[in-house]
């Protein structure tokens, strides 16, 4: 069974950097969709950002207006995502979630409902 640790979670200033990792176990992240989610207090979990198994399909919420940025190495089994020019709205826990799809290893979903297998989350928060 696939397991998915995330981490780099930390405390940052408004416009600075992160990058978060997702470390996978158990499996080959070739054959799964990962998507990266937050949720804030109070707030319904929302993706941001997923890669296919195989890399060829991306998608990004528009709510990151580009400032986030997926990057998926199946030879190390990793998936990170780099947060730039963070606002405090960018604030939460950060999630990574796996899907392995039957029949194709070229599709990703930022639907949350689409995946199955969940990390604990690493947390994000921007302040001053």
């Known amino acids: 069974q696939l397991q998915l640790v995330e981490s780099g979670g930390d405390l940052v200033q408004p416009g600075g950097s992160l990058r978060l990792s997702c470390a996978a176990s158990?499996?080959?992240?070739?054959?799964?969709?990962i998507g990266w989610f937050r949720q804030a207090p109070g707030k319904e979990r929302e993706g941001v950002a997923c890669s296919s198994g195989d890399g060829d399909e991306t998608h990004h919420a528009e709510s990151i207006s580009g400032r986030f940025d997926l990057f998926k190495d199946n030879q190390k089994n990793t998936v990170d995502l780099e947060l730039r020019d963070l606002k405090p709205d960018d604030a939460g826990v950060y999630f990574c979630?796996?899907?392995?799809?039957?029949?194709?290893?070229?599709?990703?979903?930022?639907?949350?409902?689409?995946?199955?297998?969940w990390g604990q989350g690493t947390q994000v928060t921007v302040s001053s």
């Open positions: 979630a796996a899907k392995r799809y039957r029949s194709t290893t070229s599709y990703c979903s930022t639907r949350a409902s689409q995946y199955d297998i």
């Open positions: 158990g499996g080959s992240l070739f054959n799964y969709a």
